[in-house]
């Protein structure tokens, strides 16, 4: 059975259903704005569709997601996407109709996600046509952003985002990567430290020395928390170096370690350890992590190519 990918549940279940202008050049499509006037009777269809859909979700899942337009309601969302459902949907009503249970979930579940954006962070539709093209502006620290709410929704229900093997980022994932983390205020994060403070390469990295490192430099960081790699796990990754970087203005700090096979980075605030992030590497050069103001620089080789990459300085 061939896979189920973005591309074929666009041209099966929502392509047919353009006008025909708009299949005939769909980047311009995209591009236009369907909307210049700020008709607010266009903003209302994307509200209520947004309502629709809160309202369609018990009896489209057999549960109550709580879709109460939190962001916390789009992680219960994506959770409960599965392959199992998208195939329960599109086995109802023909595909390439508006009578497709597949087609309705996708686009009053994308004015659902733009709503989300639009009420917790500030987000403004960019009406396009057909209307569940429309695209959501965010403003953050990572700068502007068109997001294409419809489109996150296709690639979440293609079989690579689906499942515990999933290659793919899936909803919730996207959503957190393109509208949580950019928009997290950092300033409300409390210090660590005021000031500036000196913390040296650990050249013999071991749990204990990391300990001993800690104590020494970083008292404030009482407690490298549970999520931390336990001791075993540590001394298993095999660091053969491991820089700290003070970021935030002493909001947070990054454990950059470097193994045989990539970079590790770690996040710790005052409660300990944050996030995590991995990238493969070459062994050599060595990597390089540096501050550039609200941003995190990684500068490696991979396959003997040399790549950078940009994080917030409060991580992926």
Request: hydrophobic residues 45%; proline residues 7%.
């Given at each position: 059975?061939?896979?189920v990918t973005?591309e074929?549940?666009f041209a099966?279940y929502?392509l047919?259903?353009?006008?025909?202008?708009?299949?005939a050049?769909?980047?311009?499509a995209?591009?236009?704005?369907?909307?210049?006037?700020?008709?607010?009777?266009?903003y209302?269809?994307l509200?209520?569709?947004a309502?629709?859909?809160?309202?369609?979700?018990?009896a489209?899942?057999?549960?109550?997601?709580?879709?109460?337009?939190?962001?916390?309601?789009?992680?219960?969302?994506?959770?409960?996407?599965?392959r199992?459902r998208?195939?329960a949907?599109?086995?109802?009503?023909a595909?390439?109709?508006a009578?497709?249970e597949?087609?309705?979930?996708?686009?009053h579940?994308?004015?659902y996600?733009?709503?989300?954006i639009?009420?917790?962070h500030g987000?403004?539709?960019?009406?396009?046509?057909?209307l569940w093209?429309s695209?959501?502006?965010l403003?953050?620290a990572?700068?502007?952003?068109?997001?294409?709410v419809?489109?996150?929704?296709?690639?979440?229900?293609?079989?690579?985002?689906?499942?515990?093997?999933?290659?793919?980022p899936?909803l919730?994932?996207?959503y957190?990567t393109?509208?949580e983390?950019?928009?997290?205020?950092?300033?409300?994060?409390?210090p660590?430290f005021?000031?500036?403070?000196?913390?040296?390469r650990i050249t013999?990295p071991?749990?204990?020395?990391l300990?001993?490192?800690?104590?020494?430099?970083l008292?404030?960081?009482?407690?490298?928390?549970?999520?931390?790699?336990?001791?075993?796990?540590?001394?298993e990754?095999?660091f053969?170096?491991?820089?700290?970087?003070?970021?935030?203005?002493?909001?947070?700090?990054?454990l950059a370690?470097?193994t045989?096979?990539?970079?590790?980075?770690?996040?710790?605030?005052?409660?300990?350890f944050?996030?995590?992030?991995?990238?493969?590497?070459?062994?050599?050069?060595?990597?390089?992590?540096?501050?550039?103001?609200?941003?995190?620089e990684?500068?490696?080789a991979?396959e003997e190519?040399?790549?950078?990459?940009?994080?917030l300085?409060?991580?992926?």
């Amino acid at each position: 059975m061939a896979a189920v990918t973005a591309e074929h549940l666009f041209a099966d279940y929502f392509l047919p259903l353009y006008p025909e202008d708009c299949r005939a050049d769909l980047p311009q499509a995209r591009r236009t704005d369907a909307n210049p006037a700020r008709n607010p009777a266009l903003y209302a269809h994307l509200a209520e569709a947004a309502r629709i859909f809160a309202g369609m979700a018990p009896a489209l899942f057999g549960d109550d997601l709580r879709l109460d337009f939190s962001d916390a309601s789009v992680h219960r969302l994506g959770a409960a996407l599965t392959r199992a459902r998208r195939d329960a949907w599109a086995s109802k009503g023909a595909p390439g109709t508006a009578e497709s249970e597949l087609f309705n979930v996708v686009v009053h579940g994308a004015a659902y996600l733009g709503a989300c954006i639009e009420r917790n962070h500030g987000g403004t539709w960019l009406v396009r046509r057909p209307l569940w093209e429309s695209l959501v502006g965010l403003r953050s620290a990572a700068g502007e952003a068109e997001l294409a709410v419809f489109h996150w929704w296709l690639k979440s229900l293609a079989d690579d985002a689906l499942g515990s093997e999933a290659a793919a980022p899936g909803l919730a994932d996207r959503y957190r990567t393109h509208v949580e983390v950019p928009r997290f205020d950092a300033a409300a994060v409390p210090p660590l430290f005021v000031g500036e403070r000196k913390l040296p390469r650990i050249t013999k990295p071991r749990y204990d020395v990391l300990y001993k490192y800690i104590k020494a430099h970083l008292p404030e960081l009482r407690d490298l928390g549970r999520d931390f790699p336990s001791p075993e796990r540590f001394d298993e990754l095999g660091f053969r170096w491991i820089d700290v970087l003070v970021v935030g203005g002493g909001r947070m700090v990054v454990l950059a370690g470097a193994t045989a096979t990539g970079l590790h980075l770690f996040w710790l605030d005052g409660t300990g350890f944050l996030k995590a992030a991995y990238f493969p590497a070459d062994a050599f050069p060595d990597p390089v992590v540096r501050t550039a103001g609200e941003k995190l620089e990684v500068l490696l080789a991979a396959e003997e190519r040399m790549v950078t990459h940009e994080l917030l300085w409060w991580g992926p």
